[in-house]
Structures are given as C-alpha cells and as structure tokens.
C-alpha cells in the first residue's frame, strides 16, 4: 500500500487548503482512510476518517470547517480545509487501516506541512 500526500502549504488565517492523498496496492484489509495531524511537540491526533462505507468521523476541532471525501474512481483521498486557524498548522498525515470502534492504522503516507499564519 502506497499513500502519498500533496496540497499543503502556507495560508493566512480564514483561507482554506485542500489535501490530497494518492493511494494504490488497497487490498482487503483496508476498510477505511483517514487523515491525522501531529504539531510540533505534540501527538499524532486524528481529524477525520472514512470507512468504505463512507461513515465519517471528524475531530471536534473541525467539525464544520473541515470535509473528507474520495474519489474512487481516482484513488483519491482529499481533505477540504476552511475556515484554517493557527491552531491547524501542523504535519498531516493519511492513513488507511482497518475501521472497528475506530481506525486502526497500517499505513502511513509521508505527511504534507500545512501552516497558518495569524
């Protein structure tokens, strides 16, 4: 399983970003996807997952400013990013795994830098 992340950078607070991950070699194991963040001294936290049967689960922080969603026609996994505060910068991360009481990762992509400037 490949997962490869692009669309971060630097925005200005109140701007929005879009994330992308590219996946291939999906095969049974995996049931759902997932984006996590992880900011500077702090730990890896999960912002939304995406079961194959497109149940999504979102981190409170989010809710309303953030959407999942995939192209399966594509292979793609996005993540639309509004409303971005400073407290949104950190590494983000796609994740695919097995989806139960919640995402049990397997693999990780290699993340993409978003920042938000106040």
């Known amino acids: 399983v490949q997962l490869v992340e692009s669309g971060g950078g630097l925005v200005q607070a109140g701007g929005s970003l879009t994330l992308s991950c590219a996946h291939s070699?999906?095969?049974?194991?995996?049931?759902?996807m997932g984006w996590y963040r992880q900011a500077p001294g702090e730990e890896r936290e999960l912002v939304a997952t995406?079961?194959?049967?497109?149940?999504?689960v979102y981190a409170d922080s989010v809710k309303g400013r953030f959407t999942v969603s995939k192209d399966n026609a594509k292979n793609i996994l996005y993540l639309q990013m509004n409303s971005l505060k400073p407290e949104d910068t950190a590494m983000y991360y796609c994740a695919a795994g097995d989806y139960g009481l919640q995402l049990k990762v397997d693999f990780w992509g290699q993340g993409t830098q978003v920042t938000v400037s106040s």
């Open positions: 070699g999906m095969d049974f194991r995996i049931n759902a």
């Open positions: 995406i079961t194959n049967g497109s149940t999504i």
